[in-house]
T-cell receptor
Framework: KQEVTQIPAALSVPEGENLVLNCSFT??????LQWFRQDPGKGLTSLLL?????REQTSGRLNASLDKSSGRSTLYIAASQPGDSATYLC??????????FGGGTRLMVKP | DVKVTQSSRYLVKRTGEKVFLECVQD?????MFWYRQDPGLGLRLIYF???????EKGDIPEGYSVSREKKERFSLILESASTNQTSMYLC???????????FGPGTRLTVL
């Protein structure tokens, strides 16, 4: 059964820092991996989707990488801003249509 | 833009009541999902549907049922609400082409 772990569980950084969020998964036979953002009390917003054949995806200040063989993905946020404060979730699709979620990283960016 | 809407942002119900949560997507997606999210437990899949009138159990289907009569609409039903079903409920639909999932805004359900 797929297991997804995110480290760290919480992170606090000053504004302007570049930061990396980590996601690891146990079964490398994945279809895709998706990163989401969740603000308190709200739904999930899709940030980036990486197909199993891809190594990375970029959107603005966000860059996500995927290393299937080692079971890892990272989300890189450049020049962090207070508006980036949220919980970030990674989720793995094992081609059964269902996503397995990590526990999330709660990010706070201080002005 | 894909849009997934849920019928209520907040609901308060009493134990034993029948509760309907509705989800609508506007992108003609075949696959739709219901999750619940609880502190310390993360997101857990309740049911999903891969076509009209088709459904599959997820990880925690007990106490729930679903209905998919039209492609754009997926309903979650709590036959007899209990206090342990107090939770945030999230609906999602899945893009067939690349598997990307899109979520609704969530329904915070409180069962008293």
């Amino acid at each position: 059964k797929q297991e997804v772990t995110q480290i760290p569980a919480a992170l606090s950084v000053p504004e302007g820092e570049n930061l990396v969020l980590n996601c690891s998964f146990t079964d490398s036979a994945i279809y895709n991996l998706q990163w989401f953002r969740q603000d308190p009390g709200k739904g999930l917003t899709s940030l980036l989707l990486i197909q199993s054949s891809q190594r990375e995806q970029t959107s603005g200040r966000l860059n996500a990488s995927l290393d299937k063989s080692s079971g890892r993905s990272t989300l890189y946020i450049a020049a962090s801003q207070p508006g980036d404060s949220a919980t970030y979730l990674c989720a793995v699709d094992n081609a059964g249509n269902m996503l397995t979620f990590g526990g999330g990283t709660r990010l706070m960016v201080k002005p | 833009d894909v849009k997934v809407t849920q019928s209520s942002r907040y609901l308060v119900k009493r134990t034993g009541e029948k509760v309907f949560l509705e989800c609508v997507q506007d992108m003609d997606h075949e696959n739709m999902f219901w999750y619940r999210q609880d502190p310390g437990l993360g997101l857990r899949l309740i049911y999903f549907s891969y076509d009209v009138k088709m459904k599959e159990k997820g990880d925690i289907p007990e106490g729930y049922s679903v209905s998919r009569e039209k492609k754009e609409r997926f309903s979650l039903i709590l036959e007899s609400a209990s206090t342990n079903q107090t939770s945030m409920y999230l609906c999602a639909s899945r893009e067939t082409r690349n598997g990307e999932q899109f979520f609704g805004p969530g329904t915070r359900l409180t069962v008293l």
